[in-house]
């Protein structure tokens, strides 16, 4: 298996700068690195299938787009600074055209995100992507699912359910007006890895993870991880007009594919958290609750939302 | 996608001992290594589709064996030893026997050769599984398919062609006789990573490889990697003896799935190779013939054959 690079080698040698500590990159049974003094590694994996995790209609860049960012989007839960990836490409055919948009949308992010192309493999089967991304991290420094505390803020990036809303308008679900239209398709097809919180993360969070199944399924993780509850209130949802006004606030709490971050502070970090806002405005943090000693709730006005039972998007359902 | 682990975690977390440096393994948005002082990192990944890869019909167990048997090999090539992998793998059910078997299968190749499971993900979608493995060499003696000079001897460990016998057998083109039959079905279920063969690479072989897609078109990446030609002899081809009286020795040349190592050494270690065979009678290391200035010849008695043009088994043909 370990020398079908011949696709590898046409469309995608180039992809990247060459990372930190690369010794040696794609053309050999393996690629060999150096990681650099002082950091650890961190290592994820996600794999996207057409059909499940994006339409079969999404253009090739969008795909390519995607597959990375989804996987970008771990590192910054962790607190990690993008390095170098390998990918595992699966096509039906061996299509030029296809092939050369899908290489521009991943040299695209590679480029933008400092990310290098070391190693992988193609094969003829269903069209699927598989990709092992690595940063790094100072030794200690990374940032876990595990260690939000009672008492802590816990907030989330920029706006939750425009992806779901996205999918939802190309399933025929909806019919959103042009202006979010482009919104929703950006979000879905365009996820911002929060890459620029890596820093902010590190420093102040007792706990973070990237919001890939929903909200409510995620910030679970953190609760289970870290042994604690959470009370959420739905009128502090960092959502569009659109949902609000509509009241469609399960786009925001169950879909997937948003790709925010969500994390816990401790309450004496507000004054950081306005610092940031006021520096970051397109990767606002907006607190959204708190952890609590038990239960998962939803408040909801005068009503409470019991949350422990309700479960995101999963597959195998 | 990063919160898939439900299987992974029902099936296959205490998957390997701790690998030297897990700071944190399967649980989070992703893992954490600190890659000890003086080693570099030596990365690989390799999907195995079934149908294409290996037979539908293969038990769950040698599936899992082969996918990471596969990976095993391209580290031994490179003279690394085996630390961790991550597992991306798709399903079409989630079928507790079939998942149960698997990860028994897996268990054992991790507790065989020292590996840790330490991230990943699984999907709905066609069955397959890419395995992204690292290992670990002291920094500075990996070995490459670049490094053949001419007048190395070129050698191949084991046997040649009997991977290829056991699914020409499934397929119905050959019918084995019944210890033959056992030998080629475990030499493509059960490929054995030439890992003993680590530190022999390290300390005398100028490049090497793993043969998964036939002698010939293997040994002609470590030609074009270092810039030179090879003369090989058909009559020193280590087969088994019926390859040999049927004259097919195409099984050997130019099908795949071997997993044995092709390297090539100076002509100075003729007596290093002597004491590897008497120690080694399993991984034995054949001399099959020389690195020349250029071309690629099969000398066959009286006739020397071309092989500059021939292909091995490649995919998208």
Same mark, same amino acid.
């Given at each position: 298996m370990a020398n079908e690079f011949a696709i590898i080698e046409q469309?995608?040698? *180039?992809? !990247? #700068? +060459? *990372? =930190? !500590?690369?010794?040696l990159g794609i053309g050999d049974d393996a690629a060999v690195v150096e990681v650099p003094t002082g950091q650890q590694l961190v290592i994820s994996m996600d794999t996207l299938i057409a059909g499940i995790h994006?339409?079969? =209609?999404?253009a090739p860049a969008d795909i390519a787009y995607k597959a990375l960012a989804v996987n970008l989007s771990d590192l910054a839960a962790m607190g990690a600074n993008p390095a170098w990836f390998l990918m595992s490409l699966s096509l039906e055919h061996d299509d030029s055209q296809w092939l050369t948009q899908f290489a521009a949308g991943l040299k695209w992010v590679a480029d933008n995100y400092g990310l290098q192309l070391i190693g992988g493999d193609t094969c003829r089967g269903k069209l699927a992507i598989s990709i092992q991304i690595a940063g790094y991290v100072p030794s200690g420094r990374y940032v876990t699912r595990q260690g939000a505390a009672v008492g802590d803020i816990i907030l989330v990036s920029g706006e939750l359910g425009n992806a779901a809303l996205g999918l939802a308008q190309i399933e025929g679900k909806l019919e959103l007006e042009p202006t979010l239209l482009a919104k929703s398709e950006a979000a879905l097809n365009r996820p911002q +890895?929060?890459? /620029? @919180?890596v820093f902010f993360l590190r420093e102040f969070a007792s706990s973070a993870i990237d919001i890939s199944d929903g909200l409510v399924a995620d910030l679970r993780h953190i609760l289970d991880a870290s042994g604690c509850g959470a009370v959420i209130e739905k009128a502090a949802l960092p959502v569009d007009v659109w949902i609000e006004r509509q009241g469609l606030y399960e786009y925001a @709490? /169950? *879909? !997937? #594919? #948003?790709y925010e971050i969500c994390c816990t502070l401790a309450p004496g970090f507000q004054a950081e958290v306005e610092r940031w806002n006021s520096l970051h405005p397109q990767t606002r943090l907006t607190p959204i609750g708190k952890i609590t000693e038990s239960g998962y709730q939803l408040l909801d006005g005068e009503h409470s939302i019991d949350l422990s039972r309700r479960q995101g998007y999963r597959h195998f359902d």
């Open positions: 469309y995608f040698k *180039a992809i !990247g #700068d +060459p *990372a =930190s !500590g690369t010794v994006f339409p079969q =209609s999404t +890895p929060r890459l /620029e @919180l @709490l /169950e *879909a !997937g #594919d #948003d």
